[in-house]
């Protein structure tokens, strides 16, 4: 079987932990380079996953000729540059959320994916979970009906966090009024708005916002508070948004840094049916999905288990095999965005804003 050859940049961290592992479930893929910028440090990566080069620098990895797919693990503040220099290279493009900070940055990323005929696709592994695509068709074929609502949460507890301790390899430039950027006052690039765009509705948002997306559709208009309510930082530690949807149906959205303990529930109310899902989003390789039906009863939906990463490097390398766009592009991460930058707009002058 033919199989696409991988490239990992900011291999350190979430990708080492979570993501490369997953390169021995998908058949299409082979994991060939990572990148950090620490040498040594690329170098145990590599051997721990199998992986022949590693590389201690952006532009060597995209000089690599072998590498057809670069996967971007980097802060949100780096995704633009990075990923017009891979698409420039010709490397396809799988970007981690957020896509970037403001519209205007997505919009060159597909601009220059575009013109250099490489593929763009944002890593929202939310929808490649069974549950969530189970749940999908079902909404689909009308099992609960006209779909009156849709609510999502996610939560967890952030302190300030030196930019050393940042999951990501890439290395934080200084923030204004820290001691050189380092230091354990320093925040982590999360924490800081101008090189995250956001806080908790940034980092964690962007998952919750994209699932109800997936499930609901495009999002036509949003009313928002956005507040920092316990940490000491400049960034957001809670939002709550309300969603109308283009079809109508609305939608609430909570997400925190503030909350101690994982807190992921998903829920779909339907005219003929509801289903509430608990431990789908995060790291958990079964949750709980209960149906609620017409008649007040409920029983548990059985769905396979799993992250959905796997899947996700499993789909854009057969994309790249097949020449086929993939079914979540870099149009989705712009949309998601868009959402994002009118929560807190709407949040700053107590208005609605519509997309």
Known sequence: MATVKWGVIGAGGFANNRFIPH???AESAELHAVMVRDADRAREIADRHGAPVAYDSVEA???????????????????CEQAA???R??????CEKPMARTEAECERMIRVCEREGVKLMVAFMNRFRPAHIGIREMMQRGDLGTIVALRSQLASFYPRASCGQTPSSAQTPPVAGSPGGGGSSAPSWRQVPRLGGGGALYDLGSHALDLLCFLGGPVARVSALVDTRVQDYEADDL???LLEFESGAHGTMMTSFAVRGRVSPVEV?????????RRTIG????GEVTLFDAEGQ?????????????EEIEHLSRCILEDTEPSVTGHDGLHNVAIMRAAQKSAATGRAIRL
Do not use: M, N
């Open 85 to 87: 220099a891979a698409a």
């Open 298 to 310: 409920q029983r548990r939906l059985e769905f396979p288990s799993g992250l959905g990463y796997a």
């Open 23 to 25: 390169f021995a479930s």
């Open 283 to 286: 790291p958990f390789e079964q």
């Open 89 to 94: 290279a010709g490397k396809h493009v799988l």
């Open 239 to 241: 939002a709550t948004l």
């Open 61 to 79: 990895l995209l000089a690599d000729d072998e590498v057809q797919v670069v996967y971007l693990c980097t802060p949100v503040y780096t995704h």
């Open 269 to 277: 109310f339907g005219t003929e049916g509801s289903v509430a899902c």
